[in-house]
């Protein structure tokens, strides 16, 4: 079946800091790739997402490049802030997954901690 | 506003007792969803309802049902609810069918069953 893998655990880092949250995925079709955000005490909200190859999503700074060769969609900031402090989830939604097209699959979070 | 609000979002039962959870969308949205969230495990899913009476098991369905009879409204129940459904439940829901659509989560429940 469908699968994400992304960074484990927990990131620490200061303000200003440069991100990077590896996200690896395996699917049997052409997936749509997501980011999530989820800040405490919510649910999850969509970060952004992206359809297609080298496509490149992006929102409020953050941003990620879908890389079918390397099955990847690493998110990336390039100065942190404390307010971005949060679980990331990477997802995907794979149309070839034998009509299962309206599921999420989910990696398991990570989470980012920033200090002033 | 477009919204997806649950209820309650504490709850405390014994092992054994029955569970409702309700979750409600203001956005006419055909697919909702039921997801748990646990540390270290991420989101899994556990029913997806393409529409009123229209239900599908996820993930991990076992001892949990679902009911909708109504599109605004979508509802977790657990008979007899045991230890290991202690956990954080999320509420989704999506326009449509198309696999880059965007889920609208709730606020989620706790639910600690002693």
């Known amino acids: 079946g469908d699968s994400v893998t992304q960074t484990e655990g927990q990131v620490a880092l200061s303000e200003e800091d440069f991100l990077t949250i590896h996200c690896n995925y395996s699917?049997?079709?052409?997936?749509?790739l997501f980011w999530y955000v989820q800040y405490p005490g919510e649910g999850p909200q969509l970060l952004f997402r992206?359809?297609?190859?080298?496509e490149k999503g992006s929102s409020r700074g953050f941003e990620a490049t879908y890389d079918k060769g390397t099955t990847s969609f690493h998110l990336r900031k390039a100065s942190v802030q404390e307010s971005d402090s949060a679980v990331y989830y990477c997802?995907?939604?794979?149309?070839?997954?034998?009509?299962?097209?309206?599921?999420?699959?989910f990696g398991k979070g990570t989470l980012l901690t920033v200090t002033p | 506003d477009m919204k997806v609000t649950q209820m309650p979002r504490y709850l405390i039962k014994r092992m054994g007792e029955n569970v409702l959870l309700e979750c409600g969308q203001d956005?006419?949205?055909?697919?909702m969803y039921w997801y748990r969230q646990d540390p270290g495990l991420g989101l899994q899913l556990i029913y997806i309802?393409?529409?009123?009476?229209?239900?599908s098991e996820g993930d991990i369905p076992k001892g949990y049902r679902v009911s909708r009879k109504k599109r605004e409204h979508f509802s977790l129940i657990l008979d007899s609810a045991k230890t290991n459904q202690t956990s954080v439940y999320f509420c989704a829901s999506s326009i449509g069918t198309a696999n880059y659509a965007e889920q609208f989560f709730g606020p989620g429940t706790r639910l600690t069953v002693l």
């Open positions: 956005m006419s949205h055909e697919t």
């Open positions: 309802s393409y529409d009123v009476d229209s239900n």
């Open positions: 699917a049997s079709g052409y997936p749509t």
């Open positions: 997802a995907l939604s794979d149309p070839g997954s034998g009509g299962s097209n309206y599921k999420l699959t």
């Open positions: 992206a359809s297609r190859d080298k």
